[in-house]
């Protein structure tokens, strides 16, 4: 079956500390990648994108990630983390012909000041 | 608004009794989806809206569950005979252009309305 999952479900980080969220899918085919952030009672809103060309895109806030196929992989980071990025972050695909996003199960990630 | 506006924002009812959620898209918007939020879990696929297309149902976790859109618009999701499990954060979301075989662009959400069933 398609799946997305998000192997780290808990992250705690110290401010200016680097940050990789992992995120692997199953799907063979082309396929389009997003990461979506929610902040504490904010609703969920885009970070990134991934739909073609360079594997290696840039989001909003300094967040970057990198599709790699060879390793079904769309991994999110960012060099230097600040306290505002507290938030809960979701990696989502839809599937090959598919419209409807499957998302992983997030992760939550506290940064202390 | 310019956003997805979702209510009530939070419900609180007892086990057996009816809820209605409602979901206002962004003007424009002809895709429209429902996902249930659960502690500790991913965003759960209930249902799809395309235009004046059959939804998609195939998410609903049983048929106490429904949801209709009138007019290419206002979605209301009915929850029938609610149940403990079904104590969860219910999203709401849009997108211009969801029709497209591997182009869904990007999902706007609401806040989202916040289910307890006591």
């Known amino acids: 079956a398609q799946s997305v999952s998000q192997h780290n479900h808990h992250v705690i980080l110290s401010e200016a500390a680097s940050l990789e969220l992992g995120c692997n899918y199953s799907y063979g085919g082309t396929v389009n990648l997003f990461w979506y952030v929610q902040y504490p009672g904010q609703h969920l809103q885009l970070l990134l994108k991934y739909f073609s060309g360079d594997p290696l895109v840039k989001g909003i806030k300094g967040f970057e990630a990198e599709f790699i196929k060879s390793k079904f992989s769309f991994n999110l980071r960012k060099p230097s983390v600040q306290w505002s990025d507290t938030a809960e972050y979701f990696c989502?695909?839809?599937?090959?012909?598919?419209?409807?996003?499957?998302f992983g199960r997030g992760t939550s990630l506290i940064v202390h000041p | 608004g310019a956003g997805v506006s979702q209510s009530p924002s939070n419900k609180v009812t007892e086990k057996g009794k009816d809820v209605e959620l409602r979901c206002d898209p962004i003007s424009g918007h002809t895709a429209l989806y429902w996902y249930r939020q659960s502690l500790g879990q991913g965003l759960e696929f209930l249902i799809y809206?395309?235009?004046?297309?059959?939804?998609?149902k195939s998410g609903l976790p049983s048929d106490r569950f429904s949801a209709e859109r009138t007019g290419g618009s206002v979605s209301t999701l009915t929850i029938q005979r609610t149940q403990q499990e079904d104590s969860a954060v219910y999203l709401c979301?849009?997108?211009?252009?969801?029709?497209?075989?591997?182009?869904?662009?990007?999902?706007?959400f609401g806040e989202g309305s916040r289910l307890t069933v006591l």
């Open positions: 989502a695909f839809p599937p090959g012909g598919s419209y409807i996003p499957t």
């Open positions: 979301a849009s997108s211009r252009n969801g029709g497209s075989l591997g182009n869904t662009g990007e999902l706007f």
């Open positions: 809206f395309q235009g004046n297309s059959a939804p998609d």
